[in-house]
């Protein structure tokens, strides 16, 4: 039994690593657009540390989260294996009028229900 979990932890592991990027990887893509974001910065004569450059930075890291989430909106979405694109704006359904019905015990255990 002590196997077969050891067995089921090895193979979680492994397979954890076919999922996505390593720390290292990920910690190496901040560091690269930190590097892009000051050069950025200090070529608008923002100095590092002043109100300026911190909001720089943020305006920074807002445009690429907004570009990475454009992107991610104009992938292809799968429903049922078939392959269709992101409508541009959402799809707005009518709305039917409520049905309202009323039950009534006319006796005997039996109900009449009226709906308009």
């Not at 992107?71 to 704006?89: H, L």
Request: proline share 6%; charged share 20%; with cysteine.
């Amino acid at each position: 039994m002590h196997a077969a979990r050891l067995l089921l932890l090895v193979l979680a592991v492994a397979l954890t690593g076919c999922l996505g990027m390593s720390e290292a990887e990920i910690a190496a893509k901040k560091a690269e657009f930190a590097a892009k974001d000051d050069e950025v910065c200090k070529g608008y004569g923002a100095k590092p540390g002043t109100d300026i450059y911190i909001q720089c930075r943020i305006a920074q890291q807002k445009a690429r989260d907004d570009s990475d989430n454009a992107a991610m909106m104009s992938r292809p979405i799968v429903v049922d294996n078939t392959i269709t694109s992101a409508p541009s704006t959402p799809m707005l359904q009518p709305i039917a009028p409520p049905t309202r019905c009323q039950s009534m015990n006319v006796g005997m255990g039996r109900v009449h229900t009226y709906c308009n």
